[in-house]
């Protein structure tokens, strides 16, 4: 008797949630063990359709819970209502959340709720500050508390859980998701790099909800005041979000070495960081995507749940003022020794198999491959 697939729900919302998890479900559809579903919650709708159906991903469920401007208390209960009625109609085997975001937190609380197990992907990261980011923190940590299978990108992520009480059975070191997912695109050569100019290449994001407001505006002045230089193109594909636009845009618009584009595709996207000279930004996830590519990168945030690249010398914390923002990247920009300590410094996060030790383990864990054979363990 031939055993029926295990069935997966992959949920997500946001465009990083499809980057980091479209490697997951490749995996999982090559495997034959396991019969993957991804739910989407359309937190980043307009970006999340095309990328899906790039990155091979298309049996999937679609809930229609977003609303202009609605806050995190509305969303959450959307979600976990949605979600909640997607678990009893489709009668999973385990729920597979990514990362901190509000889909995955509510992915994670709508399946406690149904007693399905949850697999978190990118478990443990921590910056030890209960509001930053926010809701982020928050989230995780709550997250941690309810999944059964941990997949810990570095092994500091994996000593947070374990110092937090998480069973060490059910912590297991991965590498990072992302990894797996930029080298495959990069693979296939067919992204084209948005930089227009023979000048030194910065590649600027910015979005986080607790940098938004005045901290965002005064960071569009720092970027102005690098931009006149003269000697750099500064490209920003600009977040969807209202609040990002209208902070940044009266900074930004009109400089002859700014380009500010809309969001881009992600193949264009991973070939633009591949060309870059410099990233400066608050994302988490170009964090890791950075230093696998030699790129050195600037942390535009006060704190950041990923010290890994910052500890091996491939990121700096630079803080949101913005004299330390100008300082920071004109050291950089005009000290070659400096940059190229950090361009060689290597990348923690992963060497772009962690989707199939994530896919391994699960597939132990429900019986359909030896533990041993399992590899679980990435230094970082």
Known sequence: MIDAPVRAMLVLGTRPEAIKLAPVVRAMTASALFEPLVVTTGQHREMLHQMLDLFQVCDRIELDVMRERQQLATLTARLVDGLGAVIREQQPDFVVVQGDTTTALSGAL??????????????????GLADNPFPEEINRRLIGRMARWHFAPTSRAAGYLKAEGVPE????????????????????????????????HVLLTLHRRENQGDTMRSMGSAVRRLADRGDVEILLPLHKSPAVREALLPELTGHPNIRVVEPLGYLDFAATLAACDLVLTDSGG????????????????????RPEAVEVGAAKLVGTTPAAIVDAAAALLDDREAYTRMATAGNPFGDGHAAD????????????????????????
């Open 110 to 127: 709508a399946a406690f709720y149904e007693r399905v197990p949850v697999a978190h992907v990118e478990a443990g990261l921590r910056t």
């Open 169 to 200: 059975s059910t912590v297991f070191t991965t590498g990072n998701t992302v990894i797996d997912n930029l080298l495959w695109v990069l693979s296939r050569g067919e992204g084209r790099s948005q930089f227009s100019s023979g000048l030194r």
């Open 286 to 305: 170009i964090q890791e995507e950075a230093p696998a590519l030699g790129k050195p990168t600037l942390v535009l945030r006060t704190t950041t749940e």
């Open 357 to 380: 030790r994530i896919v391994a383990q699960l597939a132990a864990d429900f019986g359909r491959t030896p533990a041993d054979s399992l590899v679980v363990h990435i230094g970082g």
